[in-house]
Each structure stands twice: as C-alpha cells, then as structure tokens.
C-alpha cells in the first residue's frame, strides 16, 4: 500500500519569500514521484516528477523538488514566489509496478500575500 | 498540449437519481481516469482503464460504474445517486508507457451535488 501525506493544509508567505511545501510518502518498492499544481477552478497540471538519477530535479516556473530516500520525502521548494504561484499543490506517488497508477495526497494551499 | 474535455461542468440531481458523467480525451492515450477530489482527502482513484472496453478499479469504487466506449471517451455512472457522492470530478488521461508517459493530464472537472 502506497501512501502520500502532505503535513501543511496551508501555508502562507509573502511575494519574493522562498518557500518548501512537505511531501513524505510510505511504499515498500521502487517509486515514481512527482507534484502538481491546481489553481482554483482548473484541472491539475503537472509540475516536475523524479524517477531516477540526480534527486534534485526542476520544473516549470523556477520550482524544483529534492526526492531523500532516507527520509522518504520529496519537497517541493521555490527560491522567490510571485502572487501567481497561489494554488493547491499535491504530491503524488506510483510504484513501478503499476506506475500509471498515480495516488495523491490531500494538497497544500499556498497563498501568496502581496 | 493534450486535450480532456469532460460534460456537463455542473450536475445536480436528487438521491436515488442517475448520473452519467462524460469525459473525451483526444491525444490517443492509453489510460483514463477517474477521481473525485473532497475537502481533507485530496484526490482519490475511482476507476481507470487502459483501452476500450477495459476497466480498472481504483480505492474507492462503490456506487460507481464506468464503462470506456472508445480510446477516447471514458464515462462515469451512478446509478442511484447518494448524497455522500457529492463531489468534484476529474477525469485524466496519460499516455501509459513509463518515463514522461505516466504524466497525467486532467479534465476541467465536473462538480456534482446530489440533494
């Protein structure tokens, strides 16, 4: 059994902060991972995923994510937010055995003031 | 970009009612999906399928049918609607051979309120 969790429903900063959004995952097998973003009243969109190699992996936008298998975690950080960054974001995991399986975890809103 | 179009946007009927939920997808993928999305719970998995007249279940089936007609068309069935079916619907496609493929790509939704 696969899970995801997502420690922080919300978080809240400020326009040009930094920021890192928490994902941890439990799954006994080799694993893809890889996050998405929802802003409000739209599909989810793919943002970056990792399934091998260098942990640090970058995607759209300027966000990157770091996957650590000691600490099964895959972070998604961002060095500067603009206000057009506010929207959920999920984590989501698939083992390789059935990677176009995709489980989610339950979001986190980030909301970025001006 | 690829394409998923679901229908209708908005749905509202009564408990005991019957839904069908539509969702087009025109890149050729293999696999299509379906997840509800609820306050707390993220998205969840209801059924998938990996080509026409296959179907998969996902972690939370019950009171869902789903049949997929063609390679593009994926439809979700309620039978006899319940109120705790009240949610946002997605449907998602992806292109299923590992790597790059197992991106999913996802509908507009369809928001679902059974009174």
């Known amino acids: 059994t696969q899970t995801v969790s997502q420690s922080d429903a919300h978080v809240t900063v400020f326009e040009g902060d930094s920021v890192e959004l928490r994902c941890n995952y439990s799954?006994?097998?080799?694993?893809?991972l890889s996050w998405y973003i929802q802003h409000h009243g739209h599909g989810l969109q793919f943002l970056l995923k990792y399934y091998s190699g260098n942990p640090v992996v970058q995607g759209v936008n300027g966000f990157e994510a770091e996957f650590s298998k000691s600490d099964s975690s895959f972070h998604l950080r961002k060095a500067s937010v603009h206000w057009s960054d506010s929207a959920v974001y999920f984590c989501?995991?698939?083992?390789?055995?059935?990677?176009?399986?995709?489980?989610f975890g339950s979001g986190t809103k980030l909301t970025v003031e001006p | 970009e690829a394409a998923v179009t679901q229908s209708p946007r908005n749905k509202v009927t009564v408990t005991g009612g019957n839904v069908t939920l539509s969702c087009r997808q025109t890149n050729s993928h293999n696999y299509m999906y379906w997840y509800r999305q609820d306050t707390g719970h993220g998205l969840r998995l209801i059924h998938y399928s990996y080509g026409a007249g296959n179907l998969q279940i996902g972690d939370v089936p019950d009171g869902y049918k789903a049949t997929r007609t063609t390679q593009e068309d994926f439809f979700l069935l309620l039978e006899l609607a319940s109120p705790s079916q009240t949610s946002l619907y997605f449907c998602?496609?992806?292109?299923?051979?590992?790597?790059?493929?197992?991106?999913?790509?996802f509908g507009a939704g369809t928001r679902l309120s059974v009174l």
């Open positions: 989501a995991v698939s083992g390789f055995s059935n990677y176009n399986v995709l489980y």
């Open positions: 799954y006994g097998g080799s694993i893809y």
């Open positions: 998602a496609s992806s292109g299923g051979l590992g790597g790059r493929q197992n991106t999913l790509y």
